[in-house]
Structure formats: C-alpha cells, structure tokens
C-alpha cells in the first residue's frame, strides 16, 4: 500500500523537473558561448605558441587566419569574457553575447576600412574579417534567442521578471486606498491578533472565519466591510 502512494509522487516530481522551453534558452546560448569562447581560446594561445609579434601589420597564419601578438591577447580576453559570461545567470550571458556580437560586427568594418595600412594594428586581412563577421553574427543572433521576441514562455529566464513585476503590481493593489479601507485593515488585524491569543469576540470569530474563505487581502477587507455595511442596513 505504501509503494502504490509513493509512485505518484515519484512520476509527479520527475514530470516537474523536466527542463522547460526557459531551460532549452539558456542552454542554447550557454553551449554557444562556450563553443566560441573555445575557439577563440585556441586561436589566441596557439598565436602565443608561434612566439608572433605583438604589433606587427604582417600577421602569421593561424588556423587558417591572420593573427599577431596583441590579436591572439583580444581573443584570449574575449574567450574568458564568455566563458564567464556563461557560468552566471541567463540574462547575463545574453546580454555579453549581444555586447561582444557587436564589438564583432564593429571590428570587422573597422579593420576591413584599414586593410594593408599602416593601421592594422590587428593584421586582419579578409578571411578575418569574414570570421569577424560570422562569429559577431552567431553571438547577437543566440544572444537574442529566447530573449527579443513576444510571447516568450512563463519559465523563460527572460520572462521571470516581467512577471515577477506584475506580482508586484498585483501585491500593490491589494493595498487599501482609502480612509474607510485603512480602518477595515486596522480593525482585521486587531481581530485575526484577539483570535489567535483567544480573548476574541464572537462577532471577532465569525468575520475572520468568514475571511478565510478567500486569498487576496482585497477580498478579505471586502468581506470584513460587508459586515460592516449589514449591520448598517440592520440599524
């Protein structure tokens, strides 16, 4: 008998623990943050590897690109800043993925307008600006996944505090608004305090009984003013 009770509870708790569309988010943009952060990682130590000058304009080919010195140290930085970003919360990792999409996407019109000057201080020749390109792309584009869209689902991670405002605001109408309400709320209180230390009045009793019938504070003041307005029709 005791193992036909436990059963349910088991397939109920399994049923809450499966991920939700808000999960799925998140691990979309954390797995794409790692996946880049690693790439540019490696781009960054093997040009430390190959010993490349730090502000030389002719780079060196690395894994297919053109790379010096202070561009594998912007990588390396890049690479811990995602990696970070997505060890912390859904919304950071979002927004860094959208902020480092840009800087991306920047780059790569900057350094394609210095292309074989004395300004390329990055040796960027065009396949890096192509890979400036997609991998700015790709950032903004999971960065904004599940986040810059309508509708999103209620256990999204970027939805939790929309709603968790709109509670709020829910809370914040329940307040009493008026002289009338703030003596009802006084008064309540007074009668759930005397019935709890049992030196209440039966009238006392019989409203706060009568108010745990409902949830919101609103409605328990508005049942506690309904007696008040019957004893006035009474008199």
């Known amino acids: 008998m005791a193992l036909r009770l436990h059963l349910p509870h088991r397939t109920n708790r399994t049923t809450e623990e499966r991920p939700g569309p808000g999960a799925r988010v998140y691990a979309v943009q954390r797995t794409g943050a790692v996946l880049v952060a690693l790439t540019l990682l490696v781009f960054g130590l093997l040009g430390f590897a190959g010993g490349l000058d730090y ?33 912390r919360s859904p919304r950071v990792t979002s927004t860094i993925m959208i902020v480092a999409g840009s800087l991306f996407l920047l780059s790569a019109l900057v350094n ?27 950032l903004l584009t999971l960065g904004a996944y599940g986040r810059i869209s309508g509708h999103l689902p209620d256990d999204s991670p970027y939805a939790r505090h929309d709603t968790m405002d709109n509670a709020d605001l829910d809370l914040s109408s329940d307040l009493p608004s008026t002289p009338v309400e703030i003596a009802a709320e006084r008064a309540m209180r007074d009668a ?12 006392q009793r019989r409203r706060v009984a009568a108010m745990a019938q409902v949830h919101s504070r609103a409605d328990r003041r508005r049942v506690w003013m309904s007696f008040d307005a019957a004893g006035r029709e009474l008199r």
């Open 112 to 138: 394609l307008a210095v292309l074989r000057t004395s300004f390329n201080i990055l040796a960027f020749e065009f396949e890096n600006v192509v890979f400036s390109v997609v991998v700015g792309l790709l």
């Open 55 to 87: 502000f030389s304009t002719e780079g060196e080919r690395i894994l297919g690109l053109s790379s010096n010195g202070l561009l594998s140290t912007i990588s390396v930085v890049m690479a811990v800043v995602l990696l970070v970003a997505a060890a």
């Open 192 to 203: 759930e305090v005397a019935v709890v230390q049992h030196v209440a009045t039966n009238e």
